[in-house]
């Protein structure tokens, strides 16, 4: 009996034993689990809302064009002649060029047309002074195109008197035979009023005289207009520009 009890307590301490070693290491393996688990998230509200995208940014808005500049009716434009006329050897139809003498601005102060820029003219009407009475001989422009930039521009425009000078000719080939007619005629004259050879020489240098004062009077004299001289021209209708 005794030795049956001493049997069961040893069985049982080493159980006990036994039991007690592995307690441990099961511990420490089952809080090494616990810590390597995630935290948890609950003290974060759920959102089981979808994501909105982000708003694309509106796109810069392109600079507005420059509206077109434009000249009202009734502008004076002033320019410099850059060639010559001479109604001795020019013609209606001839087409010369001015520029313009300073910026021509709109209301707004906008430079349209820049100093410089070549107008366009036709000679419309060109003609000497036909005699030594006439005050003057012919001249007239028309204003056809300004180029702007290199941009050329209709013109509806009136152009104003044009200085100009007149030259005389001198005594051309056409007037000597005024001044012949002048002699023969004086000849003839003297011949029958003194009857003689004498009296036709007297009448012969009479007639010269007169028929050389008389081509003196009636000699051309040719419009002249020279380079620098200044034209004015002035806006009938609106001029619209570009720009640029």
Do not use: W
């Amino acid at each position: 009996m005794t030795r049956i009890s001493l049997a069961t307590l040893s069985l049982v301490a080493l159980t006990a034993c036994t039991s007690g070693s592995k307690s441990p290491s099961a511990s420490a393996d089952s809080l090494s689990r616990d810590l390597s688990l995630p935290a948890s998230q609950s003290n974060h509200a759920l959102n089981d809302r979808p994501s909105t995208p982000p708003k694309a940014k509106p796109r810069p808005k392109a600079p507005a064009a420059p509206s077109p500049k434009s000249l009202a009716a009734g502008t004076l434009i002033t320019a410099q002649m850059s060639d010559s006329i001479n109604s001795r050897h020019d013609k209606p139809g001839k087409t010369v060029t001015a520029r313009v003498s300073s910026d021509v601005k709109d209301q707004s102060g906008r430079v349209v047309i820049p100093a410089g820029s070549p107008i366009k003219l036709t000679v419309t009407a060109l003609a000497p002074a036909e005699n030594k009475s006439s005050k003057d001989g012919k001249l007239e422009f028309e204003a056809t195109s300004v180029t702007v930039n290199g941009r050329m521009y209709a013109l509806d425009a009136d152009v104003g008197p044009v200085e100009h000078e007149l030259k005389g000719r001198g005594v051309t080939g056409g007037d000597v035979a005024k001044v012949g007619a002048g002699t023969a005629i004086g000849a003839i004259g003297g011949r029958i009023i003194g009857g003689n050879t004498k009296g036709a020489v007297i009448g012969g240098v009479v007639g010269a005289g007169a028929g050389t004062a008389y081509a003196v009077h009636t000699a051309d004299r040719d419009v002249v207009v020279h380079p620098g001289t200044t034209v004015r021209i002035t806006l009938r209708g609106t001029l619209v520009a570009s720009a640029q």
